[in-house]
């Protein structure tokens, strides 16, 4: 018998997975029970435990420091993960820390007792050495015998799934994760006919996935829930909203983040000459796909982008940077950047060169940038090349207002901002928008808005 450990902060699902699971069934009995990580440990030292099925979110001492803890005291122990589907960032982790197989809750709600626990004794005897000969007839095969499966996924934590009733009772159906199924037909014809009439809206994506022929089931299901999400994400052909992997390209090594060049890469989008230049663009776009960052990191990065051109070029154009995602596949994070790209080439248009509206754009980013200092037209003229008669001219032209004009407006924007995110005093504000004088600036703050710098900050009428 296989010896289970059982930990979980809530008492309820803890009672739950001993008392509904068919244990025996599967060669297992349920030795202990702990709420958290230090009594998990505590247990251990004291008990043959064979197989810990932990829950990531606990008080004390999380899932994730149990595991680690377990890895270095008791590596002979198999680890199982229990989580929400909203903890996908930490099941990655953990399956790197060693967790053989990963069980959302959602699967117990919907009692997939007997399909879990057989699972994970496939998973148990594969890594104990034992094959698969004395599993039970009764149960499946531990090898994929048909080549093509599918996932069927969604990025949005509310996601439509109509599309689910049409295909339950068409084959095998296993959620992977939170929002994203896998299903294999019981007959390819079946399964053309089935994704004909599948009604998927636009927040969920197919993808078919070739090469399972011979594989191990926990191999694929433990590769399909490490970086599936990502790696489908970033896949070139799409057609008919249908992406087509293969199990020998999603089984390789994740690429390891070098931190100092997604910084570098950062600062080069920050520079927003790709706003001006298509194929700066192009090559841009080229080297952020091939970091295959995580989705939510994806789109933090885009959002740190949309809200710096908001902060100084909004009050430029008028094209402001909508705010990113959520993103079902990498085009739609290229889109993102061409329609931004565009929105502000026809504001703009063809009066003056690529290299003009650039220096522009330029002069634009050095005010933002040295607000708190004294900036004169003739000093940013002289930074970006040009003569401070044709340079007022063309900003002007680009910007809608004077270079003056301007600079005040963006001072006036950043005190709105102090003062309502900060509780700094006047003075101090006055300070770093570039005005040595507070009064002078109150006096200026209230001709501009209507009010005092006081009554804007308390919010007056």
């Known amino acids: 018998m296989i010896n289970v450990l059982v930990v979980d902060d809530d008492n309820l699902v803890r009672r739950g997975l001993i008392s509904a699971m068919p244990w025996s069934r599967f060669d297992m009995q349920v030795i ?46 198999f680890m199982i993960v229990l989580t929400l589907h909203q903890d996908f960032e930490f099941v990655q982790e953990a399956l790197r820390l060693g967790a053989i197989d990963y069980i959302a809750k959602i699967q117990l709600e919907r009692e997939h007792f007997e399909e879990v626990l057989g699972r994970i004794h496939s998973r148990l005897l594969h890594e104990r050495g034992k094959g698969v000969d004395t599993i039970s007839s009764n149960h499946r095969l531990d090898t994929f015998v048909s080549d093509v499966g599918y996932i069927i996924y969604s990025s949005l934590e509310q996601a439509d799934t109509q599309w689910e009733q049409a295909m339950l009772g ?47 089931r926990s191999d694929v299901f433990r590769i399909l829930r490490r970086d599936s999400h990502k790696h489908f994400f970033y896949l070139d052909a799409i057609e008919n909203d249908m992406i087509t992997a293969h199990m020998d390209n999603m089984d390789k090594a994740p ?36 970091l295959q960052l995580s989705v939510p990191r994806l789109s933090r990065f885009m959002m740190e982008i949309s809200s710096e051109w908001n902060k100084c070029y909004s009050s430029a154009v008028s094209s402001n940077a909508s705010m990113p995602g959520p ?33 522009i754009m330029v002069a634009v980013r050095i005010v933002h940038e040295e607000l708190g200092q004294q900036v004169f037209a003739v000093d940013v003229a002289k930074r970006v090349n040009m003569s401070r ?57 209230r001709e501009q808005t209507g009010k005092t710098p006081s009554e804007f900050r308390r919010g007056e009428q």
Request: hydrophobic share 40%; net charge negative; charged share 25%.
């Open 255 to 290: 690429i390891v983040m070098n931190e100092e060049v997604l910084a570098a890469q950062m600062s080069e989008w920050l520079n927003f000459n790709w706003m001006r230049d298509n194929s700066l663009l192009r090559q841009l776009l080229q080297e952020l796909k091939a």
């Open 32 to 77: 202990g029970e702990a709420s958290n990580g230090e009594m998990a440990l505590e247990f251990m030292e004291n008990h043959s435990v064979e197989l810990l099925m932990t829950d990531l979110s606990m008080p004390v001492m999380s899932g994730l420091e149990l595991m680690k803890a377990t890895k270095e005291r008791f590596p002979e122990v």
């Open 170 to 216: 068409t084959g095998e159906w296993i959620e992977i994760y939170g929002n994203c199924w896998f299903w294999q037909p019981d007959a390819v014809k079946a399964n053309n006919e089935v994704l004909k009439r599948i009604p998927t809206p636009r927040d969920w994506m197919i993808v078919k996935v070739e090469g399972l022929q011979g594989r191990e």
């Open 327 to 359: 993103f079902m596949h990498w085009n739609e994070c290229e889109g993102w950047f061409i329609n931004l790209k565009k929105s502000v080439s026809d504001e703009i248009g063809s009066q003056y060169s690529k290299e003009v509206v650039n220096c």
């Open 389 to 445: 008669s044709y340079f007022n001219q063309c900003f002007k032209d680009i910007v809608g207002r004077s270079f003056n004009e301007f600079v005040q407006q963006a001072r006036i924007e950043k005190a709105k901002e102090y003062l309502m995110r900060t509780n700094r005093p006047i003075v101090w504000i006055s300070e770093q928008i570039g005005y040595s004088d507070d009064k002078y600036f109150s006096r200026l703050f």
